[in-house]
């Protein structure tokens, strides 16, 4: 079966919010963009699901990500980059929640 690709400029798939999931990854990325399109890309990250603008100045913008695995902030990094307007998208934190992680795989905790 052939893989369906999203290009940058595609609508979000999922419905937006972390609550929606048992997200357990949290990175910090910081966006440089063309200054006079930086509103634009600020309005188009804040609609994909698990991304939310935390500041912004001039051109770059600080961007909060959340998602449940490493692959999938990767993914949303390069999506964003990827987005016209956009110089580059960088990940400057990364976090993983183990406790969260546990809480939604019960059955890959090992027993005593």
Do not use: C
Not at 27 to 33: F, Q, R, Y
Not at 43 to 72: K, M, N, P, Q, Y
């Amino acid at each position: 079966m052939p893989r369906t690709v999203q290009t940058p400029h595609d609508p979000p798939t999922v419905g937006k919010g972390a609550a929606d999931d048992a997200q357990a990854h949290v990175s910090g990325i910081v966006v440089n963009a063309v200054e006079e399109r930086a509103e634009a890309v600020a309005g188009w990250i804040d609609t994909l699901a698990g991304a939310e603008v935390a500041a912004r100045e001039g051109g770059r913008l600080v961007v909060v990500l959340e998602a449940a695995d490493e692959h999938a902030l990767a993914d949303m990094v390069n999506r964003i980059s990827l987005y016209d307007h956009v110089y580059s998208a960088a990940i400057v934190s990364h976090f993983r929640d183990d406790a969260a992680l546990a809480e939604a795989n019960p059955q890959d905790q090992k027993t005593g």
